[in-house]
């Protein structure tokens, strides 16, 4: 019934924004004698970050636990981010996919982030224009913003409720199976993301274009 499918929401980290260079984190983690999988919990899984994710910290508290922990001068910190980001970067292929589904469809993002507003990073640290977003995203909801995280079932509410959608109206995109399989317990489509051509057919396929 793909006329009933009114809302398209897709997660920005491993979808929107990847890590397809994984070579400049990977040497960062070395130069400091971790491994990549150590400098990812490091920056990720730390109790600063997963406070930020749900709104409870910031950004900033995450760099100052990464830098106490590798003892980095503060005037050291401005490398350091750079070089954990360098290898990432914005598929503006998903942003065409999702251009092209308005106006008969709504668009938004659906993220665990440190940010309660995710949008300006794409164009303040990936520099994509903020055209092509807007043209693209109705709406980005993040954890920081809502005060829990995927896959716990009250972020997809809230996503629900900002779009005045119920769940069988609603298709989602992300590369976490977990999260995937929340979003069709509560009645929800959804695709497992694993790669941008997989994910067009699929949803394509889906929608019935």
Known sequence: MPETIKIVLFDIGGVILRTDNPGPRTQLAQH???????IDRLVFASQAA????????????VWEHVQRELSIPVSGMADFQREFWAGDSVDLSMFDLLRSLRPQRRTGLLTNSWLRDPL?????????????VRAAVD????????????????????????????????????DF?????????????AILFDSPTQTRRDLLALLGL
């Open 32 to 38: 400091y004698g971790l491994d990549r999988q150590g």
């Open 50 to 61: 997963l406070a930020a994710e749900i709104g409870l910290g910031s950004e900033d508290a």
């Open 120 to 132: 300006p990073l794409f164009w303040t640290r990936y520099h994509v224009a903020e055209t092509v």
């Open 139 to 174: 709406e980005a909801i993040s954890s920081a913003q809502v005060g829990v995280r995927k896959p716990d079932r009250r972020i997809f509410d809230a996503a629900l409720l900002r779009f005045r959608a119920a769940p069988e109206e609603a298709v989602f995109v992300d």
């Open 177 to 189: 199976a977990e999260n995937v399989e929340a979003a069709r317990a509560m009645g929800m489509r």
